[in-house]
C-alpha cells in the first residue's frame, strides 16, 4: 500500500472536496483524483460517493478512513522515535552500583542525565564491585560504579572521585564523644567489615591500612551492603571503617568521624565495555566526564 495514497485519501476525507483537498495538498485536481481511483482498485473497494454537488464517504470509507489515521500517526511516531534513538534521546541505559556510591556522585549525575534525557529508561542495580565487572563482561549492563578498575583490555574504567575513610561508632560509644580519632584509638575494638570474597580490594585497604597502625582488626561480623553494617554498628555489634560517602545513611544511634591520620584515598570508578559505541551511554559517560573532579578528568584506560 502506498502511503501516499493514504494521506491523498485522508485529505479528501477531511475536505470531502476534491479541489480544496488538492489546495491542502499543493497539487492539482486531476492527479488527486487519479490516485483515490488508483487506491479504491487496488482495494477493491468504493471509498467515496461522488456527485457533481457533493462528496461523500461510504461506510467502507469511514472505516477506512479511522484506519488510515492510525497508521499515518503510528508511521510518524515510528519514525520520531527512530529519529530520537538515533541521537540518544530515547533508549535503555542500565547501570549498576556499590551502596556506598548511591550518595554521593553518583546521584549527582543520574539526577543532571535524567534532566537532559527525561525519555531514556533507566536501570538501576545495586551489585557489588565484583558482580559489576562480571556483568559488564557478559554485556548485562552498560555502566558500573565501582571501587577498583577492571585490568581488561575490554573494560575501560574513568576514576570519577577519590573519597576518605571514616569511622562508624555507635553513638554511645566512648569514643563518639571525640570529633576525630587515631587510627590506634579502634585498635581493640570489634570489627564489621564486609567479607573478602565479596570485596577484596576494599577489604584488602582496610587490613593494610590497620596493619599500617600496628594491629589487625578483630572481625566479629560481615556485612556485604554498607548500610547494614551501619545498622549492625547502631545495634551495637561492632565499629566500622567505611568511604565517606556512606555518611549519607544518617540514622539514630551511630555517628562517623574522621581520622586524624592521612588515609588512603578510597577511589570510585565508572566502568564500561570499551567496545561499546552506542549512542545512549556514550551520553551518560558524557555526563560523568562534566562531573567528575577536576584532579580526576584524566580517563584512565585499563590496559
Same mark, same amino acid.
Given at each position: ?68 489515521? +492510525? %497508521? #499515518? ?7 520520531? $522515535?527512530?529519529? /530520537?534513538?538515533?541521537? &540518544? ?128 582488626? +578483630? %572481625? #566479629? ?7 547494614? $553494617?551501619?545498622? /549492625?554498628?547502631?545495634? &551495637? ?67
Amino acid at each position: 500500500m502506498d502511503l501516499k495514497k493514504l494521506r491523498y485519501f485522508i485529505a479528501v476525507a477531511e475536505e470531502l472536496h476534491f479541489n480544496r483537498a488538492a489546495q491542502k495538498l499543493n497539487i492539482t485536481q486531476p492527479p488527486l483524483s487519479q490516485q483515490i481511483q488508483g487506491l479504491e482498485e487496488d482495494l477493491g473497494v468504493k471509498l467515496f460517493e461522488r456527485t457533481k454537488r457533493q462528496v461523500q464517504l461510504t461506510s467502507a470509507g469511514a472505516i477506512f478512513l479511522e484506519e488510515s489515521r +492510525n %497508521i #499515518v500517526a503510528q508511521l510518524e511516531r515510528s519514525i520520531k $522515535i527512530t529519529q /530520537l534513538a538515533s541521537q &540518544g534521546k530515547v533508549g535503555q541505559l542500565s547501570i549498576a552500583f556499590v551502596d556506598s556510591a548511591a550518595g554521593g556522585m553518583m546521584v549527582n549525575v543520574v539526577k543532571k542525565f535524567r534532566e537532559h534525557y527525561p525519555d531514556v529508561q533507566l536501570t538501576l542495580t545495586e551489585m557489588t564491585s565484583a558482580q559489576q565487572l562480571k556483568a559488564l563482561h557478559d554485556g548485562k549492563i552498560h555502566v558500573g560504579f565501582l571501587r577498583w578498575a577492571d585490568p581488561s583490555p575490554s573494560i575501560t574504567s574513568r576514576l570519577c572521585t577519590n573519597e576518605s575513610l571514616v569511622a562508624v561508632l555507635p553513638e554511645m560509644h566512648p569514643l563518639a564523644i571525640h570529633p576525630t580519632l587515631s587510627l590506634s584509638s579502634v585498635a581493640n575494638e570489634p570489627f564489621i567489615m564486609s567479607p573478602h570474597h565479596m570485596g577484596a580490594s576494599f577489604h584488602d585497604l582496610i587490613m593494610e591500612v590497620c596493619e599500617q597502625h600496628g594491629f589487625q582488626p +578483630n %572481625i #566479629v561480623q560481615e556485612a556485604v551492603q554498607m548500610y547494614t $553494617i551501619v545498622n /549492625l554498628v547502631a545495634a &551495637g555489634i561492632g565499629i566500622s571503617i567505611v568511604p565517606s560517602s556512606v555518611c549519607v545513611f544518617q540514622r539514630s544511634g551511630v555517628v562517623f568521624r574522621s581520622f586524624n591520620e592521612d588515609t588512603p584515598p578510597v577511589p570510585l570508578y565508572a566502568a564500561w565495555k570499551t567496545a561499546n559505541s552506542e549512542t545512549v551511554p556514550a551520553h551518560f559517560l558524557q555526563v560523568v566526564e562534566e562531573m567528575a573532579d577536576s584532579h580526576t578528568s584524566k580517563l584512565v584506560s585499563t590496559v
